[in-house]
């Protein structure tokens, strides 16, 4: 296990008040915080877990925090979750772990997203690792045709989609959702916002892994310390 995404882990546990509802991220990182937060539930918190995916859900009950289902809630306290890239702004790509659908719907109804990373993953620039893109299986080549005409036009210096294989390399991975995940090797993403909107327009396109405005706290694990980067939000 990698100490600097424990330390961020364990370092978003201080955001955690009793009583609250958790939305509980997915990905390595965010399997450690649950670990952690099993503990702390063990010792008495009174928590419940929304989880942004079947893997978290099955992490979640390994270590014994409650779930309560999505459509049971009325108001998510705090999100905590992984990111593959991070920017300067908190701008996000998610979806390396193909649960961006679910993060994403799970992070915009909470009252404030906390993100758990090591170092590796704040860039100047978001783009190196590839932007994965959720689509409805139905048409799936003439939408990765039209994610790459979105990215070419809004300035994206590559745009080459390559549609996600399931582990097993028996066919196209499936998400929680059933749809496809469609790879975008940017490079560079100069203009997120741009890029975002012009997704959002593509038929076919279920949701992208593009996070904007959602974070308000970046916790940034380092093998013997850790950083927290705040930015106030509106609301
Ligand atoms: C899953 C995600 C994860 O948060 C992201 O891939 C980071 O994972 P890890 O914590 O394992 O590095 O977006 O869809």
């Known amino acids: 296990m990698s100490q600097a995404k424990e330390n961020a882990a364990l370092a978003a546990l201080d955001f955690v008040q009793d009583g ?6 997915s990905g390595s990182t965010a399997e450690i915080f649950i670990e952690h937060l099993g503990e702390r539930v063990a010792g008495g918190l009174k928590v419940q877990g929304v989880p942004t995916s079947k893997q978290t859900a099955a992490c979640a009950e390994e270590n014994g925090v409650p779930l309560i289902g999505i459509d049971k809630v009325s108001r998510i306290h705090l999100t905590v979750d992984g ?5 300067p702004m908190f701008t996000l790509i998610k979806g390396g772990g193909a649960c961006l659908l679910r993060e994403k719907i799970i992070a915009a109804a909470s009252d404030k997203m906390v993100v758990i990373v090591d170092e590796s993953k704040m ?6 690792f590839p932007l994965p893109v ?3 299986p139905f048409g799936v080549t003439l939408t990765a045709e039209q994610i790459y005409e979105a990215l070419q036009k809004s300035g994206c ?3 080459q989609t390559v549609l996600r294989q399931n582990k097993e390399g028996t066919g196209p991975l499936i998400t929680d959702g059933g749809n496809y995940i469609v790879d975008c090797k ?3 993403i100069p203009a997120p916002g741009e890029t975002a909107h012009l997704l959002n327009h593509v038929p076919g396109v279920v949701e992208h892994g593009l996070f904007i405005d959602l974070s308000s706290v970046v916790i940034v694990g380092e093998p013997d310390h850790y950083r927290i980067m705040e930015i106030k939000r509106e609301g």
């Open 20 to 25: 609250m509802t958790l939305g509980l991220g």
């Open 83 to 87: 990111a593959d890239e991070v920017d």
């Open 123 to 128: 860039v100047e620039k978001l783009g190196k």
């Open 134 to 136: 959720e689509v409805d």
């Open 157 to 159: 210096q590559n745009g």
């Open 186 to 188: 940017c490079e560079v």
